[in-house]
């Protein structure tokens, strides 16, 4: 989790409950220049640590307002459970959990699905398929503002909570031929893991009569182009999921708390499967120990999880009860591979990356430096290779005698007294 160095900080809020703080910052403006507003759940916000981070995203569209209701709820859960409850305390202290209620504070004060522009937010990002507008200046503020927070913290997952349906929807949304059919992104696996995780702690999303398993691929569904979910996966190596949390988009107010507890778990669950499963560690460097700014990729799955600058560490969401081999690279270092079985709970595993170094490299220079000039040099030389010459086979000779009686000593030895068991394997990564 990176320090948002350089968000336009509105404002700064700081409360402490309980031990911990929770923070509230603001990362942009809408169109008609309402804040937008993220809280932050952490026993250490605003700190750079090697922890994962989550960030849910609610009312991406204004006429969908459960899913920022929904993080309210669940800002006040953590704060007052933190200490009594297991799972919040496993949040509270293993993730930086943030929380933006409202991408889209104007479109919710005019109850209509855009922004104030009248521009749908969840198709104005820079799409795989579609290659429309790339001019990141022409995008919405509020599209804006999201990228621009990805470029400060590196969000290991994320869902955005969306209403009028009921449904963990994965990439890709859209397809390369723009037809309805399932297209899966190279982590297919993983976001099938992550979704279910989802909505199989709903209290009914499991059991829809439309969506196997409560579950579905975006383009099987409907394809769409300049979606956040797929953008969040390419450009900012996040693990984004789209959920639709209730089929009415607009529910009283007296519904909410029902939807809260349908919910509940669904979202405590996915926030700790970042720590309760995958591949976490650090890269680091065999010359000095400094962490290194690496990345991490899968054999078979053809994406990368870039490590951070400062302290080497990545988390790799992957799903559970399968074999895999992660490789660990880095500019001017040897790679890494090693094979682990992922079971149901989380692996570590570090890497410590030796340096690439060539007959001229500074490394080998080192090693044969010495304080002797050129001319001591030359007289070293000639006292080998002058009238010393004859000797120095000599000493040749003597020394080839006493190794081939030391080898003929050590095999009669083995023969007499071989040991009973093999060595035990020690394996550096």
Not at 65 to 73: A, D, S
Not at 292 to 318: E, Q, W
Request: hydrophobic share 40%; charged share 20%.
């Amino acid at each position: 989790m990176g320090h948002p160095r350089n968000w336009t900080k509105m404002q700064q809020h700081f409360q402490d409950i309980q031990g911990f703080l929770e923070w509230a910052i603001s990362i942009g403006k809408s169109v008609n220049g309402f804040p937008l507003w993220v809280i932050e759940i952490s026993d250490k916000p605003g700190e750079e640590e090697t922890e994962p981070a989550f960030k849910f995203i609610g009312n991406v569209h204004g006429d969908e307002p459960v899913g920022r209701e929904l993080l309210i709820f669940l800002a006040n859960w953590l704060c007052d459970n933190h200490l009594k409850d297991p799972l919040a305390t496993l949040i509270v202290e293993n993730v930086h959990l943030h929380l933006l209620p409202s991408m889209n504070p104007d479109g919710f004060s005019l109850k209509k699905r855009g922004n104030a522009n009248n521009i749908d937010l969840n198709r104005d990002f820079p799409d795989q398929f579609i290659f429309f507008n790339d001019d990141e200046d022409s995008r919405q503020p509020e599209t804006r503002a999201i990228m621009n927070w990805l470029r400060d913290i590196r969000f290991t997952a994320s869902a955005t909570l969306h209403g009028g349906a009921l449904v963990a929807n994965y990439p890709w949304d859209g397809s390369d031929d723009k037809r309805t059919k399932y297209y899966g992104c190279p982590d297919d696996d993983a976001f099938r893991f992550m979704s279910s995780i989802y909505s199989h702690s709903h209290y009914n999303m499991s059991s829809s009569k439309e969506f196997l398993g409560g579950i579905t691929n975006g383009a099987a569904w409907y394809p769409l182009y300049g979606g956040m979910q797929d953008w969040n996966y390419i450009h900012a190596g996040c693990f984004e999921l789209t959920l639709e949390i209730c089929d009415n988009k607009w529910p009283s107010a007296a519904e909410l708390p029902i939807l809260w507890r349908y919910n509940k778990m669904s979202m405590l669950n996915l926030v700790a499967s970042l720590v309760k499963t995958g591949v976490h560690g650090r890269i680091y460097s065999s010359g000095d120990g400094r962490p290194l700014p690496g990345s991490i990729t899968v054999s078979g799955i053809n994406y990368t999880v870039r490590a951070g600058k400062t302290f080497g560490d990545y988390h790799r969401i992957l799903a559970p009860r399968d074999k895999y081999e992660v490789v660990a690279t880095m500019p001017g270092y040897k790679s890494k591979n090693t094979t682990i079985w992922l079971d149901e709970g989380p692996v570590t595993l570090d890497f410590v990356l030796d340096p690439e170094v060539s007959v001229k490299g500074s490394v080998l220079q080192n090693i044969y430096k010495c304080d002797c000039n050129n001319e001591s040099k030359q007289e070293f030389v000639q006292f080998l290779w002058g009238a010393h010459l004859e000797v120095f086979f000599v000493v040749i000779v003597i020394l080839g005698f006493l190794l081939l009686l030391f080898h003929r000593g050590a095999k009669v030895k083995i023969s007499t007294s071989r040991q009973s068991a093999g060595a035990k394997r020690t394996v550096e990564v």
